[in-house]
Nanobody, 127 residues
Framework: QVQLGESGGGLVQAGGSLRLSCEAS??????????MGWFRQAPGKEREFVAT????????LYADSVKGRFTISRDNAKNTVYLQMNSLKPEDTAVYYC??????????????????WGKGTLVTVSS
């Protein structure tokens, strides 16, 4: 079992930046066995894929809506995955969730069917 805890959300003006962190606990000796991802859910909308990263951190995938603005990274020594968000827009307002899966590739993980999820952190971007 892996527990995930997100942090770093908050209120930011359009054009600003935030860095989200997601720290894993529990069976973290195997953290580098997990593909990791960030997803978000805006009010009244379904949860959507934002970014995923491979186990070694060498492969990344992004939703078209965030490509060029967001960067996902991981530090396996710290059992942590990050999401650097730049040039934020009001439409980025959402609860952001990190997720982990030991079986799926980071490509398949973009579909959202991951085994472990955090409780989310709220990002609000004002215009």
């Amino acid at each position: 079992q892996v527990q995930l805890g997100e942090s770093g959300g908050g209120l930011v003006q359009a054009g600003g930046s935030l860095r989200l962190s997601c720290e894993a606990s529990g069976h973290t000796y195997s953290f580098n066995n997990y593909a990791m991802g960030w997803f978000r859910q805006a009010p009244g909308k379904e949860r959507e894929f934002v970014a995923t990263i491979s186990r070694a951190g060498t492969g990344t995938l992004y939703a078209d809506s965030v490509k060029g603005r967001f960067t996902i990274s991981r530090d396996n020594a710290k059992n942590t995955v990050y999401l650097q968000m730049n040039s934020l827009k009001p439409e980025d307002t959402a609860v952001y969730y990190c997720a982990a899966d030991a079986a799926k590739s980071y490509a398949i993980a973009t579909m959202g069917q991951l085994d472990y999820w955090g409780k989310g952190t709220l990002v609000t971007v004002s215009s």
